[in-house]
């Protein structure tokens, strides 16, 4: 079967780095993606990649190893508006995005 | 402002009865998506369409049918509403074939309670 595997809550304090790590085992592998979304609102979009790297926007990075099946997506200079979910997918053979259950991240002062 | 729309925002429905949820896009993204989000779960995609006449089943169909006319609006119907039902759902959309392949872009999302 198919499944990706993130922490369920994490928690880190403003100004600090969080790195917030994936594993996947997809049929197939088609590019992974980031999404945040905050409570109540819509997942948005934050990062895709398909080449194994590091890809930096920002505060956001994100990394990823094909061979080892892994990921993760790094914030840097925390701020309070951070505190959300984050939400890893894999676009798997048949380019449907199979996606984890996601990271609630806590931000303390 | 392009983006996507749903409707209702939120809905309380009693178990048995009929109900479409209204999604429509102005980005002329080819493909469009139902996903349900429950506590704990990721999200789960109910049926897509990758372009306007055609759809196909996703990871959890059952309880649900979809059609698209063209390609702006994609609603979903839950013909005979259980408990089991009660979600957050979310209708998406994407350039299939574009730049950046597959970024999904999603709406606010519509809450239903099923009692």
């Known amino acids: 079967g198919q499944n990706i595997d993130q922490p369920t809550e994490m928690t880190a304090t403003e100004g600090a780095i969080v790195q917030i790590n994936c594993t996947y085992q997809?049929?197939?592998?088609?590019?992974l993606f980031w999404y945040q979304q905050h409570a109540g609102e819509a997942p948005t979009f934050l990062s895709y990649?398909?080449l194994d790297g590091l890809e930096e926007k920002g505060r956001f990075s994100s990394f990823l190893s094909r061979s080892k099946g892994y990921s993760y997506l790094l914030l840097k200079e925390l701020q309070m508006k951070d505190s959300a979910s984050y939400l890893c997918?894999?676009?798997?053979?048949?380019?449907?995005?199979?996606w984890g259950a996601g990271t609630k991240l806590i931000i303390k002062p | 402002i392009a983006g996507i729309t749903q409707a209702p925002t939120s809905q309380i429905l009693a178990a048995g009865r009929r109900m479409t949820l209204r999604c429509t896009q102005d980005?002329?993204?080819?493909?469009m998506y139902w996903y349900r989000q429950d506590l704990g779960l990721g999200l789960r995609l109910i049926h897509y369409?990758?372009?306007?006449?055609?759809?196909g089943k996703g990871e959890v169909p059952d309880g649900y049918s979809v059609s698209r006319a063209n390609t702006d609006d994609f609603p979903l119907t839950l013909a005979s509403a259980v408990p089991s039902q009660t979600s957050v759902y979310f209708c998406?959309?994407?350039?299939?074939?574009?730049?950046?392949?597959?970024?999904?872009?999603f709406g606010p999302g519509t809450r239903l309670t099923v009692l």
């Open positions: 998406a959309s994407s350039d299939v074939g574009g730049s950046r392949p597959d970024t999904q872009y």
């Open positions: 980005m002329r993204h080819n493909a």
């Open positions: 369409s990758n372009t306007a006449g055609t759809t």
């Open positions: 997809t049929s197939g592998f088609n590019g």
């Open positions: 990649n398909v």
């Open positions: 997918a894999v676009l798997d053979s048949n380019y449907q995005l199979i």
